[in-house]
C-alpha cells in the first residue's frame, strides 16, 4: 500500500500517519522511499500503542518521528482553522472506522470544514487531505462504502472538489481478503493528489493481501463516475469481466414494476404470527425460506410460517401471486450476492402472503407477475452479467431496493422470452 507514495531522491518530505497505531504504515512507507528523509508526524491516542510507535520510528534511519498523542480530527480542524495547517507532501492512513451521530462532536468539528459525514474514516480522510498542501500525495485503505452509499454524497462531492483520483485498488473476493474480520466489509485503497486536475485511473484487484494475482486496468474517469450521474457513485470497472455498461435499457419503473422491501415487520405482529402452517392462516415468508438457491415452505426452524389474516394484519399482506424474491442480506458464504427466487403463490394455502422484512419483493401495484415474466426476471437477475454488475456498482453484501431500482432490465417481451426458455426449475 505505502509502495503507491513516490517520494523524490534526495529531498526531505513531510509524512502524516494518522491513527498510525504502533507505525506499520510508516515504516512501510520508510521502506518504499528508503532514499528519502522523511519527517514523519504519527497522530496516535491510545496510550498503549504510543511506546512501540516510538521504538518503531526511533528504529527508521531515514525518518524523523514525532508522535501526537491526541485526538487527530481535533488537532487537525483546529490547525486549519486557525491558517495553522503544516502542508504535508505524502499522507499514509488505515484511519478507525466507526459510525458518528448527528450531534457527535467529531461531526461537529467536520462542519468547520464544510464537511457533512457519518462515518470516523471519512473525517480521517478529509481532515489529513486538509492537512496537506496541492500537489501531495494521499493513500488511504478505507471500506468502499463511501463509494455508493447515499448518505456519503456531501463527502463525495467534497472529496473530488479537492483530490484527484489516480489509483483505486480492490480486492475482488471477500471471503479471503478478510477472512479474519467479523464484521464483513469491503475495503479499497485509494491513491489522491491534492488539487490536482482529474485524468484517467489506474485500477488494480486482487484477492488478498499478499497482492501476488494483481490485475491492471487503465480507466477513463468517465468509467469511474458517469459524467451526468449526480450522486456521483464512484464504480470500480471489474477487470476482464463484463463492464456495468454490459447491461440492458429499462428500468423496473419503466416495465411497470417496483420493489418493496417485505412489509411485514414480526416483532410488530407478534400476536398474529404462528410458528407452525396453520390451515387456517396465511404463509409467512422469512429470508430462511429462500436458501441455497431453493425455496422451502412450511420449513422447521427457529422462524414462523404463518400469519393470520385479520383487520391488523390486513395492510402487512400481498395477494397471493407469482413475486421475484431476493434477500436483502448476503451471508459471506454465499458467492453470489444477488440471488433471485421465483415465488409462486398458487402452489400454497390461502389467498395471501406475508413476507418479512429481510426481503425484497419485486410486484406489479403491490400484486404479483405474469408467471413466464417472474420466471424471465429470475433467470434474468440469476446471470453472471447482473452479479458482476452489482460488484461494480455496490461496495456492500446489501441488496438494496434502492439498487434494484437503479438497475437495468431487459424488455417484458426478452424477459417472457428467457422466462419460457429458462430450464423449469423447482424454487427457481
Ligand atoms: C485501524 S487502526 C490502524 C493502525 C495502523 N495505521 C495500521 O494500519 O496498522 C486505527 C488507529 O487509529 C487510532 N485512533 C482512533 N481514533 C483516533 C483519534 N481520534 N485520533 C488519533 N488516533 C485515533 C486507534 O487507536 C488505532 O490505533
Redesign the pocket.
Known amino acids: 500500500m505505502a509502495s503507491l507514495l513516490t517520494f523524490p531522491e534526495g529531498e526531505e518530505v513531510t509524512l502524516l ?10 515504516v512501510a512507507a520508510a521502506q518504499s522511499g528508503r532514499d528519502t528523509r522523511i519527517r514523519a508526524t504519527c ?4 496510550g498503549s ?1 504510543q511506546s512501540e510507535l516510538a521504538a518503531t520510528l526511533a528504529d527508521l534511519p531515514n525518518v524523523v518521528g514525532t508522535i ?8 487537525a480542524v483546529r490547525l486549519v482553522a486557525s491558517g495553522k495547517s503544516p502542508g504535508y507532501s505524502h499522507a ?7 459510525k458518528i451521530n448527528t450531534g457527535s462532536p ?1 461531526r461537529m468539528l467536520m462542519r468547520k470544514l464544510g464537511v457533512e459525514t457519518s462515518n ?1 474514516y471519512t ?2 480522510l478529509a481532515c489529513a487531505i486538509s492537512l496537506c498542501r496541492p500537489g501531495a500525495q494521499v493513500v488511504a ?1 478505507i471500506p468502499r462504502s463511501f463509494m455508493n452509499g447515499l448518505y456519503f454524497k456531501p463527502f463525495r462531492y467534497w472529496l473530488l472538489g479537492r483530490v484527484a483520483l489516480t489509483h483505486i485498488h480492490i480486492f475482488d473476493r471477500r471471503d479471503r481478503a478478510f477472512s479474519d474480520d467479523e464484521v464483513l466489509q469491503e475495503n479499497v485503497i485509494l491513491r489522491m493528489i491534492v488539487g490536482a486536475e482529474q485524468s484517467v485511473v489506474h485500477v488494480t484487484a486482487s484477492t488478498d493481501q499478499r497482492f501476488n494475482d494483481t490485475q491492471h486496468r487503465l480507466c477513463n474517469f468517465t468509467e469511474v463516475i458517469s459524467p451526468d450521474d449526480e450522486e456521483q457513485f464512484l464504480h470500480v470497472p471489474t477487470l476482464g469481466s463484463p463492464s456495468s455498461d454490459g447491461l440492458p435499457g429499462v428500468t423496473l419503473r419503466e416495465l411497470g414494476m417496483d420493489v418493496c422491501t417485505g412489509p411485514v415487520v414480526d416483532f410488530r405482529l407478534r400476536a398474529h404470527i404462528c410458528q407452525k402452517a396453520e390451515p387456517d392462516a396465511m404463509p409467512l415468508l422469512y429470508a430462511s425460506h429462500f436458501s441455497g438457491g431453493r425455496f422451502e415452505w412450511p420449513r422447521a426452524g427457529r422462524k414462523p410460517n404463518s400469519i393470520y389474516r385479520n383487520a391488523e394484519t390486513e395492510k402487512w399482506l400481498m395477494p397471493k401471486g407469482c413475486y421475484v424474491i431476493l434477500r436483502r442480506f448476503s451471508s459471506k458464504e454465499e458467492k453470489r450476492r444477488v440471488v433471485a427466487y421465483l415465488f409462486d403463490g398458487r402452489e400454497l394455502p390461502g389467498n395471501a402472503v406475508g413476507f418479512e422484512n429481510h426481503l425484497n419483493v419485486i410486484h406489479q401495484d403491490r400484486r404479483g407477475l405474469p408467471h413466464a415474466v417472474a420466471r424471465g426476471l429470475v433467470e434474468y437477475l440469476n446471470s453472471q452479467a447482473v452479479d458482476d454488475y452489482f460488484r461494480v456498482f455496490s461496495g456492500h453484501t446489501q441488496v438494496n431496493a434502492t439498487d434494484l431500482r437503479r438497475m437495468r432490465y431487459p424488455g417484458i417481451k426478452e424477459l417472457e422470452q428467457l422466462g419460457r426458455s429458462a430450464r423449469a426449475q423447482p424454487g427457481r
Do not use: M, Q
Open positions: 500517519d494518522p491513527g498510525a497505531g504502533i507505525g506499520s504504515l510508516t497522530y496516535e491516542l491510545e500503542f501526537e498523542g491526541r485526538d487527530f480530527i481535533e488537532h499514509v492512513l488505515n484511519p478507525p472506522y466507526k467529531h470516523l473525517c480521517f485503505i
